[in-house]
């Protein structure tokens, strides 16, 4: 609504202040008296083409804009005979004068502001499309980096290296090597003294 207001605004200043203070000079007992049909049929006819026929060529067609002119003129009715006949009828030649202005306006810059549009369209296009190859590169770069970290954190078994098993050593060995050193050097000392033992045929 807001956007609607801001496009009509400023063709709106100019019609009512066309519609409603133009006629005033042409009232009656003023010099300009014998000069009203001017007025109404050429000055506020004239603004009512050429302001929707710019409208149109910066906007697009709006038959809504084309309403403006019709209204504006109600104002005017009001110390300009009231809803007489004449008014009336110039009420509708308004409104066909702001549909021919519509499509006046169209079919001189009709084609430069649909290639306007057209370029515009185009340009927000590669833009949306530059925005979709960004994020879909970052999509790819996060994905690519979750991966690896997952790939850190877990322990594959068939990528370890397989370590051959260490032989025991004689510290883990419950063998009492001392006892066994100690027989055999009491042994040894048995046969000195009394000759090496002879065991029964």
């Given amino acids: 609504m807001n956007g609607l207001i801001k496009k ?19 009232m009656k007992g003023s010099l300009l008296e014998k000069f009203s049909p001017v007025a109404f049929y050429f000055i506020l006819l004239t603004t009512a083409v050429i302001t929707s026929a710019v409208y149109c060529a910066k906007n697009g067609i709006d038959f809504l804009f084309t309403l403006m002119a019709p209204i504006a003129f109600l104002f005017t009715m009001i110390y300009s005979g ?16 702001g549909i021919f202005g519509q ?22 296009e590669k833009l949306m499309l530059r925005a979709k190859r960004r994020d879909e590169r970052e999509r790819r770069r996060m994905e690519s980096e979750s991966r690896e970290n997952t790939v850190a954190e877990r ?25 066994y050193l100690a027989d055999i050097d009491r042994i040894l000392e048995d046969d000195t003294k009394y000759g090496p033992l002879r065991s029964d045929d």
Avoid: C, M
């Fill in 8 to 26: 009509y605004l400023p063709y709106a200043i100019v019609i009512f202040a066309v519609f409603i203070l133009v006629p005033l000079l042409f």
């Fill in 82 to 97: 009231g809803f007489r006949p004449t008014n009336l009828i110039l009420l509708f030649v308004y409104l066909v004068a």
């Fill in 103 to 124: 499509f006046l306006g169209d079919l001189a810059f009709g084609d430069e502001r649909r290639k306007k549009e057209k370029q515009e369209r185009a340009e927000q």
């Fill in 155 to 179: 322990h594959d078994p068939d990528d370890e290296e397989i370590q051959a098993p260490s032989r025991p050593s004689i510290d883990d060995d419950d063998f009492d090597y001392d006892k």
